[in-house]
C-alpha cells in the first residue's frame, strides 16, 4: 500500500502564500483520484481539493477555489497544492490522501480516499 507524507506547510501571515507537498512512495500513486483534506481545531476534517489520476481534472471547495490550484507530477510521485490568498480561516492541518481510480468530479467524502499521510500544519495569523 502506498504511503503518503506532506510537507511545506508553516507559519504565515494573511496574504501569504504557500506549496504544500504530498510525496508518494509507490508509483501506482499515479492510477489514483488524491485530494487534500484540512482539519481546524475543533471542526471536522473537510474537502480542499481533489485531482484526477491524469492531472486533467480538478475539484475544489468553494472556500478555496480561485484561490488555491492542486497540481502532480506522476513522473515524480508528488502532488501540489499551491495556497495563494491565504486567511486565518485555512489554518489547520493539511492532509493528502488516496482516492479512488474512478473519478467523478464530485466525490469528497473523506470516507472514500485512504491512506492518509500524517499531515502538516499551517497557521495564517492576521
Known amino acids: 500500500q502506498v504511503r503518503l507524507a506532506e510537507s511545506g506547510g508553516g507559519s504565515v501571515q494573511t496574504g501569504d502564500s504557500l506549496r504544500l507537498s504530498c510525496t508518494a512512495s509507490?508509483?501506482?500513486?499515479?492510477?489514483?483520484?488524491m485530494g487534500w483534506f484540512r482539519q481546524a481545531p475543533g471542526k471536522e476534517r473537510e474537502f480542499v481539493g481533489a485531482?484526477?489520476?491524469?492531472?486533467?481534472?480538478?475539484d475544489y471547495a468553494d472556500s478555496v477555489k480561485g484561490r488555491f490550484t492542486i497540481s502532480r507530477d506522476n513522473a515524480r510521485m508528488k502532488m501540489y497544492l499551491q495556497m495563494n490568498g491565504l486567511k486565518p480561516e485555512d489554518t489547520g492541518v493539511y492532509y493528502c490522501a488516496q482516492g479512488p481510480r474512478l473519478w467523478t468530479g464530485s466525490d469528497r467524502d473523506p470516507g472514500d480516499f485512504s491512506p492518509w499521510g500524517q499531515g502538516t500544519q499551517v497557521t495564517v495569523s492576521s
Open positions: 485531482i484526477s489520476w491524469g492531472g486533467t481534472r480538478t
Open positions: 509507490d508509483n501506482n500513486f499515479s492510477s489514483y483520484v
